[in-house]
């Protein structure tokens, strides 16, 4: 049974820093690209960043290009997601999910807000 499992958010402020991770389980994490997205209220699901199977390559949305580094431990089956200087604009629920399957996490809130 696929697992992703997101923890990490929070209610931060303006300028601070947050790192969410994304547990994986029942497949073999290592062989997938995995993507976080994000999705604030009223507003449409945006892809935030993309890793490769082995992490050698990354993308990133220019919302969050130079803010944002995602990454991931193979041997941990855990993909992160680093976010610093964030914005109220970066308040959303955040999502990992696995690149060209329908396998989605429950989602982390993050809430950034003087």
């Known amino acids: 049974q696929v697992q992703l499992v997101e923890s990490g958010g929070g209610l931060v402020q303006p300028g601070e820093s947050l790192r969410l991770s994304c547990a994986a389980s029942?497949?073999?994490?290592?062989?997938?690209?995995m993507r976080w997205y994000r999705q604030a209220p009223g507003k449409e699901r945006e892809l935030v960043a993309t890793i490769t199977s082995a992490g050698g390559s990354t993308n990133y949305a220019d919302s969050v290009k130079g803010r944002f580094t995602i990454s991931r431990d193979n041997a941990k089956n855990t993909m992160y997601l680093q976010m610093n200087s964030l914005t109220p604009e970066d308040t959303a629920v955040y999502y990992c999910k696995v690149f060209a399957k329908d396998w989605w996490g429950q989602g982390t809130q993050v809430t950034v807000s003087s």
């Open positions: 029942g497949f073999t994490f290592s062989a997938y690209v």
